[in-house]
């Protein structure tokens, strides 16, 4: 153990952690606002900046290091504190944030935005972290469920927040706006939060693990992304490659003295638990929400905003039962709260694998809303349950690790189903007579096939065949989504029964106390 990090005495006072609190949520919020409110402002970005064949890279190198960068945020806030992890990533997502607005080509924007995603993979899972330090497990289920909504709030008020800004400052305001609010969160919580700890003389840093993961994630990342676009034998090559690294990342983790995943955490079963729910739960609500406002805008027909409004029900029941899931874990326990919202998920995913041509909006808004409660239900349980089943010198690396096998369950959700829709999309339009044929060889820029003036140029029977066979193809990824719900939902039994406080490490009964704090 590197460090002992102690939260504040019993003398300071409540308002201390209050404002500690408020600044890790503005940094979490901001972090959460940037993946959504950048979408908006792409097309003017194209438009001033040029590039429009790198036009995915500027989302993708995001993703990637902000992917890839989790765990090691997590690791280095058991090993040198969490208050330098948190203002080191804090300064990479700021100084990355300035930079992308100020880029003058596409290539500086990919590099900046590369910088940025390098410290957002901080935000999240080492604020939750320090959090963790500072409540007790009661408080935690009060508190820890807000945190979880805000990325709910950022998907509804990101989209919105870059279109305004576009329009009416300019598309670099999008990433500007992250100044003053990061400064403002890095203010706060330098000002108010102090931490203790014993410092290790000699840090051994695990650099060939951190290599070997970046190498494996690129080439995941490679495959999901592009795989489907590249010769077949480069994308096994590339296939193989990935697995040599992580093969290789594992071997090195086994050995290290400081391994960024210490493989030994998952004989802890709540752990693995939550793990594997992490990884199958984000194939399918990731997966769901980057498909379901396609169907609405191409089968149902309605313009890309009023798509995109069908998240709208699945973020604020996310947001809601997030609330309620946390409040819920003292009374009946992590397991059946769990598994209460696995099978309302379970429902309806199982609902959405059975869209037609002919499924209306209400019914697809009936859906998102159990989906939103399932997930809300259950991401933030299993998020407290897997802090409290570790010591505290491993808080910072079991919360990154949900985090992480959640976004890359997501990455490999949304590539697979959108391989899986290409296939049949492509099966339907070469089978669907000759206008449609034509079609079928140009059918990967989707955004050509839900044009009206594509659809305007196609007689009326072709034009109905064509949206038949869009939700042919979408309603495959929603059969996925299902199949990956139930495997999360499968996850969900492993965990461990019985009442909170009963399945806490030993250590974390120690420290209660130490929280030391008067009730919120």
Same mark, same amino acid.
């Given at each position: 153990?590197?460090?002992?990090?102690?939260?504040?005495?019993?003398?300071?006072?409540?308002?201390?952690?209050?404002?500690?609190?408020?600044?890790?949520?503005?940094?979490?919020?901001?972090?959460?606002?940037?993946?959504?409110?950048?979408?908006?402002?792409?097309?003017?970005?194209?438009?001033?900046?040029?590039?429009?064949?790198?036009?995915?890279?500027?989302?993708?190198?995001?993703?990637?290091?902000?992917?890839?960068?989790?765990?090691?945020?997590?690791?280095?806030?058991?090993?040198?504190?969490?208050?330098?992890?948190?203002?080191?990533?804090?300064?990479?997502?700021?100084?990355?944030?300035?930079?992308?607005?100020?880029?003058?080509?596409?290539?500086?924007?990919?590099?900046?935005?590369?910088?940025?995603?390098?410290?957002?993979?901080?935000?999240?899972?080492?604020?939750?972290?320090?959090?963790?330090?500072?409540?007790?497990?009661?408080?935690?289920?009060?508190?820890?469920?807000?945190?979880?909504?805000?990325?709910?709030?950022?998907?509804?008020?990101?989209?919105?927040?870059?279109?305004?800004?576009?329009?009416?400052?300019?598309?670099?305001?999008?990433?500007?706006?992250?100044?003053?609010?990061?400064?403002?969160?890095?203010?706060?919580?330098?000002?108010?939060?102090?931490?203790?700890?014993?410092?290790?003389?000699?840090?051994?840093?695990?650099?060939?693990?951190?290599?070997?993961?970046?190498?494996?994630?690129?080439?995941?990342?490679?495959?999901?992304?592009?795989?489907?676009?590249?010769?077949?034998?480069?994308?096994?090559?590339?296939?193989?490659?990935?697995?040599?690294?992580?093969?290789?990342?594992?071997?090195?983790?086994?050995?290290?003295?400081?391994?960024?995943?210490?493989?030994?955490?998952?004989?802890?079963?709540?752990?693995?638990?939550?793990?594997?729910?992490?990884?199958?739960?984000?194939?399918?609500?990731?997966?769901?929400?980057?498909?379901?406002?396609?169907?609405?805008?191409?089968?149902?027909?309605?313009?890309?905003?009023?798509?995109?409004?069908?998240?709208?029900?699945?973020?604020?029941?996310?947001?809601?039962?997030?609330? *309620?899931?946390?409040?819920?874990? $003292?009374? &009946?326990? +992590?397991?059946? @709260? !769990?598994?209460?919202?696995? %099978? #309302?998920?379970?429902?309806?995913?199982?609902?959405?694998?059975?869209?037609?041509?002919?499924?209306?909006?209400?019914?697809?808004?009936?859906?998102?809303?159990?989906?939103?409660?399932?997930?809300?239900?259950?991401?933030?349980?299993?998020?407290?349950?897997?802090?409290?089943?570790?010591?505290?010198?491993?808080?910072?690396?079991?919360?990154?690790?949900?985090?992480?096998?959640?976004?890359?369950?997501?990455?490999?959700?949304?590539?697979?189903?959108?391989?899986?829709?290409?296939?049949?999309?492509?099966?339907?339009?070469?089978?669907?007579?000759?206008?449609?044929?034509?079609?079928?060889?140009?059918?990967?820029?989707?955004?050509?096939?839900?044009?009206?003036?594509?659809?305007?140029?196609?007689?009326?029977?072709?034009?109905?065949?064509?949206?038949?066979? *869009?939700?042919?193809?979408?309603? $495959?990824? &929603?059969? +996925?989504?299902? @199949? !990956?719900?139930?495997?999360? %939902? #499968?996850?969900?039994?492993?965990?461990?029964?019985?009442?909170?406080?009963?399945?806490?490490?030993?250590?974390?009964?120690?420290?209660?106390?130490?929280?030391?704090?008067?009730?919120?």
């Amino acid at each position: 153990m590197n460090e002992t990090v102690k939260a504040n005495p019993a003398s300071e006072l409540n308002w201390r952690t209050v404002i500690i609190l408020l600044g890790i949520a503005l940094g979490i919020f901001m972090g959460a606002l940037e993946s959504t409110v950048v979408g908006t402002a792409m097309p003017t970005v194209i438009a001033s900046l040029g590039g429009i064949e790198a036009y995915s890279w500027v989302f993708a190198v995001y993703i990637l290091a902000t992917t890839i960068m989790t765990p090691i945020w997590g690791k280095m806030a058991d090993l040198i504190g969490r208050r330098p992890a948190f203002f080191g990533g804090l300064a990479l997502f700021i100084l990355g944030s300035g930079l992308s607005g100020a880029a003058h080509s596409m290539p500086q924007l990919i590099v900046f935005r590369t910088i940025q995603g390098l410290g957002a993979g901080a935000l999240f899972p080492v604020g939750m972290t320090i959090a963790a330090d500072l409540l007790s497990l009661e408080r935690r289920t009060k508190l820890v469920g807000v945190f979880s909504g805000m990325w709910g709030v950022a998907s509804l008020f990101g989209p919105l927040a870059g279109g305004y800004l576009t329009d009416h400052l300019s598309w670099r305001w999008v990433f500007y706006i992250n100044l003053p609010v990061g400064l403002a969160s890095g203010i706060v919580v330098w000002a108010a939060y102090t931490e203790r700890y014993e410092r290790k003389k000699n840090i051994t840093l695990d650099y060939a693990g951190a290599l070997t993961l970046a190498g494996g994630l690129t080439l995941l990342l490679f495959v999901v992304e592009k795989g489907a676009e590249q010769p077949l034998m480069m994308t096994l090559a590339t296939a193989v490659g990935c697995l040599a690294m992580l093969v290789a990342f594992v071997i090195i983790e086994r050995r290290s003295v400081e391994p960024i995943v210490p493989l030994d955490l998952f004989r802890n079963r709540m752990v693995t638990a939550a793990t594997l729910h992490g990884v199958f739960a984000g194939m399918a609500l990731l997966g769901v929400m980057a498909f379901l406002p396609l169907f609405v805008q191409a089968v149902i027909g309605t313009t890309a905003t009023q798509a995109g409004g069908i998240l709208t029900p699945f973020i604020l029941t996310w947001t809601a039962f997030s609330i *309620l899931g946390s409040r819920s874990i $003292l009374r &009946f326990g +992590y397991r059946r @709260v !769990a598994i209460v919202g696995m %099978a #309302i998920m379970l429902i309806g995913t199982g609902l959405l694998a059975q869209v037609t041509a002919q499924t209306g909006r209400p019914q697809l808004v009936l859906d998102v809303m159990l989906m939103g409660m399932g997930g809300g239900l259950t991401f933030v349980t299993l998020l407290i349950a897997s802090q409290h089943a570790v010591e505290r010198s491993r808080l910072g690396v079991a919360t990154s690790m949900i985090q992480f096998a959640r976004t890359i369950g997501a990455v490999i959700g949304i590539g697979a189903m959108g391989a899986l829709m290409s296939w049949q999309l492509n099966y339907a339009l070469a089978r669907g007579g000759s206008e449609l044929a034509s079609l079928a060889n140009g059918h990967g820029d989707i955004a050509a096939l839900v044009r009206e003036s594509t659809r305007a140029a196609l007689s009326p029977a072709a034009a109905e065949a064509l949206r038949q066979a *869009l939700a042919g193809s979408l309603r $495959l990824t &929603f059969i +996925y989504a299902f @199949v !990956a719900t139930a495997a999360a %939902a #499968i996850a969900s039994f492993f965990i461990p029964g019985g009442r909170a406080h009963e399945l806490a490490h030993p250590e974390q009964h120690a420290s209660e106390p130490q929280a030391g704090l008067t009730e919120l």
